[in-house]
């Protein structure tokens, strides 16, 4: 039968082009004219992809949170009155040259004393007794931020520990109140490693949800035209041909359910911001708009990604004619 | 053109469709195939259009075996088969124009054939003021008129008619059998499925006769007008 060969063989040579117009052209055509339809699935797939930017947002402002409270930790060494203080700026160089550490601040004994009056300008008695005691009692110190939670047990075993470091100062070092914070620390870390995992788990399992709902609903639209895919068989189109239009609506559910979302959620997280924006560790509105490209773009890719996708398999079942 | 060998289907449910059945169409035949309901006459039609595939013996397009062929080749091969079904399977989301243009779109027909032609044969069916209708805009006649014109806007070398007046008055019934006869005469090859006798007897075609799945007879009749 080499004439049907021949034919399919130019029939797939030429079409490809006009193919992709027309599929198009009837994908939009079939989104207009099932109103009703199209309508129910913008909506689920606008929930889908709303599901799926509140993620985005919510993994945004976790890690912003843990980011701050990892600032409002650090390990602070006191040295002693007549430590030099050449001395304590060596050791600042030290460890600011460890990988782990973020940022070592010096706070010299002058700047410690003037610090304390400040934090007991209302207590006379106490500033009396600094009064009476003649000269500055304090010795200075120096803040260690490491750039992990975690890191703040080695950054403290090699000033206490048996380290060169820990011998070389062991004269000038008064304490360090790495035990003192060690129980927030790891508390902190806990908790820093908690809500990652259970971020990460509620992001995928909702992000799964979604999906499915998304893919059942347009798998639902594709079930009540079944018949109509079989017709088109039938009459000799080939199996992209009838699936086009479908993945075209699917992509076009994707396209105006982004739109929305994308609006809708100036309004939302300007709102979540004036409402709660205090009790969070960022501006969610102005993180969006600022990250609006981003997103837009992600949640778009996700949204025509999901809505062809879920045409092309949900079509497929029906082709077999 | 078309040879069936041997052919026989058994449904998964055990259902007997055909039971080795031996016929051969030759190009520009009418051929009517005629016995009650569950007789097969529809599946015997289902093979030419690979909708069925026999569970025995071999169904022959121009002496090549149909179920030999590709996704594309089948596809390939539809596009050489009108078919007309009882229940008009139109495109209800398209107008009489739009259903009409999909199967030449299928074919791979160009905008400008589409837009020259799909005019003619909707003149050439009576729809010429139908042409932005839907089909439930569309009477019984209409749709079954338009679902001809859709079947025969490619030329197709065959015509497959499976019941197409069951679900028609008798002024319909009539419109619709000349027009298969004009058809006919312009050299494509009709098969028509009915279990009407008047319809048979309208019809000067080869008349093939079924019942539980055997093919019971196959001879010539003459034509009387309905």
Redesign the interface.
């Known amino acids: 039968?080499e004439?049907?060969?021949s034919?399919?063989l130019?029939?797939?040579q030429?079409?490809f082009w006009?193919t992709i117009k027309?599929v198009s052209k009837s994908g939009w055509?079939?989104f207009k004219?099932?109103g009703l339809v199209s309508s129910a699935s913008v909506l689920v797939t606008t929930i889908t992809l709303s599901v799926i930017t509140a993620l985005f947002l919510f993994n945004a402002s976790l890690s912003s949170m843990i980011v701050s409270l990892q600032d409002k930790v650090d390990i602070a060494v006191y040295f002693t009155i007549d430590a030099p203080e050449e001395k304590i700026l060596a050791l600042k160089d030290t460890l600011q040259n460890i990988p782990e550490v973020k940022s070592v601040e010096y706070v010299s004994a002058d700047e410690e004393v003037l610090a304390f009056r400040d934090r007991h300008a209302d207590d006379y008695l106490t500033l009396q007794a600094l009064d009476e005691l003649g000269g500055n009692p304090f010795g200075g110190s120096i803040r260690i931020k490491a750039k992990d939670s975690a890191q703040y047990e080695s950054i403290a075993s090699l000033l206490e520990g048996d380290s060169q470091v820990a011998r070389d100062n062991s004269q000038i070092i008064e304490r360090i109140n790495f035990a003192q914070n060690k129980v927030v620390i790891e508390r902190l870390n806990m908790l820093i490693d908690g809500s990652r995992k259970a971020g990460g788990a509620t992001t995928l399992i909702l992000a799964i949800i979604s999906i499915i709902i998304m893919y059942t609903t347009v798998r639902l639209t594709i079930y009540m035209s079944r018949?109509?895919i079989?017709?088109?068989?039938?009459?000799?189109?080939?199996?992209s041909?009838v699936r086009g239009p479908f993945v075209v609506e699917g992509m076009l559910y994707g396209f105006f359910a982004w739109l929305i979302t994308l609006l809708m959620f100036l309004p939302i997280t300007y709102i979540i911001t004036r409402q709660i924006g205090s009790l969070m560790s960022m501006n969610l509105y102005q993180y969006y708009v600022s990250h609006l490209f981003s997103i837009g773009s992600l949640v778009l890719l996700v949204g025509l990604v999901l809505g062809a996708l879920s045409s092309f398999l949900a079509a497929r079942r029906y082709l077999n004619? | 053109m078309i040879q069936f060998v041997n052919v026989s289907k058994v449904f998964p449910n055990g259902a007997i469709g055909i039971e080795h059945a031996n016929l051969g169409i030759e190009k520009g035949e009418f051929v009517t195939v005629v016995g009650p309901s569950g007789a097969g006459k529809t599946t015997l039609t289902r093979f030419i259009s690979g909708e069925e595939s026999p569970t025995e013996g071999t169904v022959l397009y121009d002496n090549v075996d149909i179920q030999s062929f590709s996704g594309a080749e089948l596809t390939a091969l539809r596009r050489r088969i009108g078919t007309v079904f009882q229940d008009f399977r139109l495109l209800p989301n398209k107008t009489a124009y739009e259903n009409i243009a999909f199967a030449m779109e299928a074919a791979g027909k160009s905008d400008e054939e589409i837009i020259s032609d799909v005019p003619h044969v909707l003149q050439l069916v009576d729809l010429q003021d139908r042409m932005y209708h839907f089909p439930n805009q569309l009477s019984g006649g209409e749709k079954q008129r338009l679902a001809i014109a859709r079947a025969i806007i490619n030329q197709p070398e065959i015509l497959i008619a499976d019941e197409p007046t069951g679900n028609l008055d008798h002024a319909n019934t009539a419109e619709v059998i000349h027009i298969l006869k004009k058809i006919n005469d312009l050299g494509t090859t009709v098969i028509l499925t009915t279990h009407d006798r008047q319809v048979m007897d309208a019809i000067p075609s080869r008349v093939v006769t079924m019942e539980r799945g055997l093919i019971v007879g196959d001879d010539k009749k003459p034509s009387i007008k309905v």
């Open positions: 039968m004439t049907i060969k034919l399919a130019r029939y797939n030429i079409m006009v027309r055509i079939n004219r099932n018949e109509e079989g017709v088109m068989r039938l009459v000799g189109a080939s199996s041909y004619v």
